[in-house]
């Protein structure tokens, strides 16, 4: 028995998830978003540097490219008009060597084929000018970086949504679906009690759990199903205000960004994420990892002393292969894949895809047109 219905059923409640209900609450679509925690962006969404990225490090024509260019855009004009507090720093890239230097022009193409506005490649002298302590040789300059309060930002997502018509549940869990000829029939755990909803679209933006979201939709054919890996991501704080105007990024490497250095909205630094590869959820930060933490910063700000950092938080990235080897790229199956009409379910979004919000959020409603 169907105890509701409505067009679109939207599970996951991170800024992507938001963002997707609020795409389709706007366009007058009845719209259902589920999420099994107590409130928006308890997991990735809230575990991660908060920058607006400016879309330089991935390959021309990928989905990260085309989607973090369009949506950082996207996001400084949304903030702005919501009242969401966003600081554009800008971002040095910074090489502390000559082998260093010579990968810069590398990501310097990159952002460029990319469409990235401003980049400047400058040298020893200009980076001096803009940051004095910085201890570098060559630099990639992206004004266009900056960070946003994540937490505000979400809570503008969601209350543009529940204003445009559009119900959120939270603590509440997706148990299964069943394919209809008209859309699937949905079973959800709502604060204990069972519910089917029938709904013309599904949209799976479960994050770490979508790979199981999608084993439960009867009639998906699970070989087209990613693996799941989780690489978690430490951060530490540190005691001291530092001396940068920019967020401080080393040269790409391990199948990350590395471990960088943001500013809060309070001027205060941040550093990280590291990177390892874990295999069941964990948040704990390692106050001996402040050594290696320590090893990284001081390549580029050499007067920062070990006993400057505290452990601050971690967070977990979702991933489809279990390394740095291959670029991963968002990942979106529809029905030309899975076999299933009328179901999106959304793979490996991990950075970029606060910074992308807005933008795969139009993507998907094309998707779902």
């Given at each position: 028995?169907?105890?509701a219905?409505?067009?679109?059923?939207?599970i996951?409640?991170?800024?992507?998830g938001?963002a997707?209900?609020?795409q389709?609450?706007l366009?007058?679509?009845?719209?259902v978003?589920?999420?099994?925690?107590a409130?928006?962006?308890?997991?990735?969404?809230s575990?991660n540097s908060e920058v607006?990225?400016a879309?330089?490090?991935?390959p021309a024509?990928?989905h990260?490219?085309?989607?973090?260019?369009?949506?950082?855009?996207?996001?400084?004009?949304y903030?702005?008009?919501r009242g969401v507090?966003?600081?554009?720093?800008?971002?040095?890239?910074?090489a502390t060597n000559q082998?260093q230097e010579?990968?810069?022009d590398?990501?310097?193409?990159a952002?460029?084929?990319?469409?990235?506005p401003d980049l400047?490649?400058?040298?020893?002298?200009?980076?001096h000018?803009?940051e004095?302590?910085?201890q570098?040789v060559?630099?990639?300059?992206?004004p266009?970086?900056?960070?946003?309060d994540?937490h505000?930002?979400m809570?503008a997502?969601?209350?543009?949504?529940?204003n445009?018509?559009?119900i959120?549940?939270?603590?509440?869990r997706?148990i299964?679906?069943?394919?209809?000829?008209?859309?699937y029939?949905?079973v959800i755990?709502?604060?204990g009690?069972e519910?089917?909803f029938?709904c013309?679209t599904?949209?799976?933006?479960?994050?770490?759990?979508a790979?199981l979201?999608?084993?439960a939709v009867?009639g998906?054919?699970v070989?087209?199903?990613?693996?799941h890996?989780?690489a978690k991501g430490q951060?530490?704080?540190?005691?001291r205000k530092?001396p940068?105007?920019h967020l401080?990024y080393?040269v790409?490497?391990?199948?990350?960004?590395?471990?960088?250095?943001t500013?809060?909205?309070g001027?205060?630094a941040r550093?990280?994420?590291d990177?390892?590869?874990v295999?069941?959820?964990s948040?704990?930060?390692n106050?001996a990892d402040a050594?290696k933490?320590h090893?990284?910063?001081?390549t580029?700000?050499?007067a920062?002393?070990?006993e400057d950092?505290v452990?601050?938080w971690?967070g977990?990235?979702p991933?489809?292969?279990?390394?740095g080897?291959?670029?991963?790229d968002f990942?979106?199956?529809d029905?030309?894949?899975h076999?299933?009409?009328?179901y999106?379910?959304?793979?490996?979004?991990?950075?970029?895809g606060?910074?992308s919000s807005?933008?795969?959020a139009e993507?998907?409603?094309d998707c779902?047109?």
């Amino acid at each position: 028995m169907v105890d509701a219905k409505t067009d679109r059923l939207i599970i996951g409640a991170g800024a992507i998830g938001l963002a997707i209900a609020r795409q389709f609450a706007l366009a007058g679509d009845q719209v259902v978003l589920i999420e099994c925690n107590a409130g928006f962006g308890m997991e990735t969404s809230s575990r991660n540097s908060e920058v607006i990225h400016a879309g330089i490090y991935y390959p021309a024509a990928s989905h990260k490219a085309r989607l973090c260019v369009k949506g950082a855009h996207k996001m400084y004009e949304y903030c702005a008009s919501r009242g969401v507090k966003t600081s554009q720093h800008g971002k040095l890239i910074v090489a502390t060597n000559q082998e260093q230097e010579a990968r810069l022009d590398a990501l310097m193409t990159a952002g460029m084929a990319n469409d990235v506005p401003d980049l400047e490649l400058i040298g020893k002298s200009r980076l001096h000018q803009l940051e004095p302590d910085l201890q570098a040789v060559a630099a990639i300059h992206s004004p266009f970086t900056g960070v946003v309060d994540s937490h505000n930002y979400m809570a503008a997502l969601e209350a543009d949504a529940e204003n445009h018509g559009a119900i959120i549940a939270y603590q509440s869990r997706f148990i299964r679906a069943e394919k209809q000829p008209d859309g699937y029939h949905v079973v959800i755990d709502s604060q204990g009690e069972e519910m089917t909803f029938a709904c013309q679209t599904l949209i799976n933006a479960a994050g770490h759990g979508a790979h199981l979201v999608s084993q439960a939709v009867h009639g998906i054919d699970v070989d087209t199903i990613p693996p799941h890996y989780m690489a978690k991501g430490q951060y530490f704080n540190t005691t001291r205000k530092p001396p940068f105007q920019h967020l401080i990024y080393p040269v790409p490497s391990g199948g990350g960004l590395g471990i960088h250095l943001t500013l809060d909205s309070g001027g205060g630094a941040r550093f990280g994420p590291d990177i390892t590869w874990v295999d069941s959820p964990s948040y704990d930060v390692n106050p001996a990892d402040a050594e290696k933490f320590h090893q990284s910063i001081s390549t580029y700000w050499p007067a920062l002393q070990r006993e400057d950092l505290v452990p601050a938080w971690a967070g977990l990235r979702p991933k489809i292969w279990p390394d740095g080897t291959y670029f991963q790229d968002f990942t979106f199956h529809d029905a030309s894949i899975h076999g299933c009409a009328g179901y999106i379910a959304l793979y490996a979004m991990d950075s970029p895809g606060l910074t992308s919000s807005l933008a795969i959020a139009e993507y998907i409603a094309d998707c779902a047109a």
